[in-house]
């Protein structure tokens, strides 16, 4: 659609009306819209008084009332094949975030305080950080496991850039420095106003990302006083002698979990649920081919939020392989026609960690100036397949996999992960510049942003760097990364923009 910022309301950045983008493909984005819906109201009617009553008692639910405008911001400018792959990962992310919540809400004690029936549920529930992927409980086929922050947290952040903002103030109100990263300082504000559901029968933390992950988790246990255990792992991932301390560690923690839920971890179901992983490995696999051509297919924010969401939560689930199927499917279809439905100018590597609070920008920057986003940080971790001949493989498969988790794979592990797989990007997906983004608050990266500058000299390739602080828009804005992208574009390259109105427009009301 030409002229897009015409399109919508000054500051909210909300839609006039829908998108225009041909028959064909507006009549599939139509229906699909309708297909959330439909699932969005399904679920709200499951347990209407429930979920009315969760609305009024946590603030953080209130950021799912703005999903379908999410949706559709995350497919902006989308036609074909990439139309179809982003709103088909984004039904699949809404089925397993409403059963996810469907779980949460009905075993929360803080909503049917002394109810025995939550109390029931909550026997069977695992409480994990985010961070671990839901693979490790595999072997719990009677369990639910509840991946602790991301339904009041993670998501929220990703949903409405202002989601973040409150909670961290009552982080720094209440002695928390102001310079620590926004995540971590997002779940401790949660956790400081009572706001994560009362749930589950143990514990199981870790200390990754980082350093402010170990801070969060201290201030959430105070908080839940739920059994916990630690789940400790290596930083030198990389490094051989280090694997047999990270297996012992998956050891341990199925142990725990077996004394808390009073179940036998089953290793039959635990390889089912690797060969389903490793199936959604090979998907994701043949989806970076796919990209490496001259019609990248599958690229911008319904992609890499995607493989976040299927790397920790629904790695292993048949669900999510049948889906990748489906979709690779479509991208096969539209790759063989030789036929790229975008307007592509150049080719970019993202990296470093997304920015939540503007979690569609890589859908601006292809509609403002014709960058698409090829292959990204956060897309690529976490790339080994898991040996399932033997338990003692499946669980080097389970360790490695940990240790390479989201965010943690690439911002810990050395600066060899960081800068020389970037390099390996860049040339391998045949870019023209890399976009890094600058975290201003990720202090283990910034400690190598020299590096990154360094060997970009080296080797006489282009940095365009943006500033971002992860999930906190006060800070650094969407106007403020947009600026940067403009003026990389216009001064060091001479572009001219695909679309001039999406160069300069307020957006800082919007969800
Ligand atoms: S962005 Fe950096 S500082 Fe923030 S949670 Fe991730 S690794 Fe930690």
Request: net charge negative.
């Amino acid at each position: 659609m030409k002229n897009m910022a015409n399109n919508m309301q000054p500051k909210t950045g909300i839609y006039k009306f829908r998108e225009w983008r041909g028959i064909v493909d507006s009549a599939y984005d139509y229906a699909m819209w309708c297909r959330l819906w439909y699932k969005l109201l399904k679920w709200a009617l499951g347990h209407p008084v429930q979920n009315v009553k969760a609305i009024f008692r946590y603030r953080w639910m209130f950021n799912y009332l703005t999903v379908p405008s999410f949706f559709d911001r995350n497919c902006e400018g989308f036609r074909g094949a990439a139309l179809r792959g982003g709103r088909n990962n984004f039904l699949i992310l809404t089925d397993a975030v409403t059963a996810n919540l469907d779980t949460i809400l009905s075993a929360d004690m803080k909503l049917h305080p002394g109810s025995k029936k939550a109390m029931e549920l909550n026997k069977k529930i695992i409480c994990m950080d985010e961070l671990v992927p839901a693979l490790v409980t595999a072997g719990f086929p009677e369990a639910k496991t509840v991946l602790y922050q991301m339904i009041p947290v993670y998501l929220p952040s990703l949903i409405n850039q202002h989601s973040t903002t409150h909670y961290i103030t009552q982080s720094e109100l209440h002695g928390l420095p102001a310079d620590v990263c926004p995540l971590p300082s997002f779940e401790a504000g949660v956790a400081i106003e009572d706001d994560y559901p009362e749930i589950g029968c143990c514990m199981i933390t870790c200390n990754m990302p980082c350093d402010g992950s170990i801070m969060t988790s201290a201030v959430q246990d105070r908080r839940h006083g739920l059994p916990t255990h630690p789940l400790n792992v290596p930083l030198r991932w990389l490094q051989d002698e280090v694997q047999e301390y990270a297996i012992e560690e998956i050891l341990d923690t199925i142990r725990f979990i077996e004394k808390h839920t009073g179940m036998q971890y089953d290793w039959d179901k635990l390889k089912e649920a690797c060969e389903n992983w490793n199936g959604e490995q090979e998907c994701k696999f043949e989806k970076w081919e796919f990209n490496r051509t001259k019609y990248p297919p599958h690229t911008g924010s319904s992609t890499w939020m995607y493989r976040i969401f299927e790397h920790q939560a629904v790695c292993g689930d048949p669900r999510a392989l049948a889906n990748d199927k489906k979709v690779n499917k479509i991208l096969a279809k539209e790759v063989a026609s030789g036929k790229c439905k975008k307007d592509i100018r150049y080719r970019a590597v993202i990296w470093n960690t997304p920015a939540n609070n503007y979690a569609n920008f890589n859908n601006w920057a292809l509609n403002a100036w014709g960058i698409d986003s090829v292959i990204e940080m956060i897309d690529v971790h976490g790339t080994a397949l898991i040996d399932t001949s033997s338990r003692e493989s499946m669980l080097a498969g389970l360790a490695n996999m940990v240790q390479t988790a989201t965010m943690r794979a690439h911002t810990k592990g050395g600066y060899e992960v960081m800068v020389d797989d970037m390099w390996r990007c860049f040339d391998e997906f045949k870019c023209d510049f890399v976009i890094l983004f600058d975290q201003i608050s990720c202090k283990g990266v910034g400690a190598i942003n020299g590096l990154f500058e360094e060997s970009a000299r080296a080797r006489g390739s282009k940095i365009c760097k943006v500033r971002q602080d992860l999930m906190e828009p006060t800070s650094i804005s969407r106007r403020d990364m947009r600026a940067d992208v403009n003026t990389f574009m216009s001064t060091v390259l001479n572009a001219e923009p695909v679309d001039p109105t999406l160069i300069e427009f307020d957006d800082d009301e919007s969800w």
